[in-house]
Nanobody, 123 residues
Framework: VQLQASGGGLVQAGGSLRLSCAAS????????MGWFRQAPGKEREFVAS????????YHADSVEGRFTISRDNAKNTVYLQMNSLKPEDTAAYYC?????????????????WGQGTLVTVSS
C-alpha cells in the first residue's frame, strides 16, 4: 500500500486547512488509518486515527474540538480537517495505515506511512 498526503501549506492563526491522504491498494477499506505530526526538534506525535469503517475515531487532546479525521472508502482517502489553527500546530503531518481494522494511537502499530505534508501556521 502506498500513501500520498497533500493539502499542507501556509495559513494564518485561526485559519483552516484540510489534509488528504490517498491510498493505493485493495486493503484500504479494511485498514485503520492515522495522522501523526512532527515539529522541528520534536518527536513525532499522534494526532488522530479512525477505524476501518469510520465509526470510531480518536483525537489527541491538543487537537480535540479543532481537528476532525474522516475517511471515504469509495475514494480510498482519509482526511484531516484542521480548524482554528495555532502556531504550535506547525509541523510535518504524516498519514499512516495499519494492517488491522481497529484504530490505535501508537505510531509503532502502523505498518505503512506516506511522505509528510508541511503545515505552517503564522501568528
Amino acid at each position: 500500500v502506498q500513501l500520498q498526503a497533500s493539502g499542507g501549506g501556509l495559513v494564518q492563526a485561526g485559519g483552516s486547512l484540510r489534509l488528504s491522504c490517498a491510498a493505493s491498494g485493495r486493503t484500504f477499506s479494511s485498514s485503520a488509518m492515522g495522522w501523526f505530526r512532527q515539529a522541528p526538534g520534536k518527536e513525532r506525535e499522534f494526532v488522530a486515527s479512525i477505524n476501518w469503517s469510520g465509526s470510531s475515531t480518536y483525537h489527541a487532546d491538543s487537537v480535540e474540538g479543532r481537528f476532525t479525521i474522516s475517511r471515504d472508502n469509495a475514494k480510498n482517502t482519509v482526511y484531516l480537517q484542521m480548524n482554528s489553527l495555532k502556531p504550535e500546530d506547525t509541523a510535518a503531518y504524516y498519514c499512516a495505515g495499519r494492517r488491522a481494522p481497529l484504530a490505535t494511537k501508537g505510531q509503532y502499530e502502523y505498518d505503512y506511512w506516506g511522505q509528510g505534508t508541511l503545515v505552517t501556521v503564522s501568528s
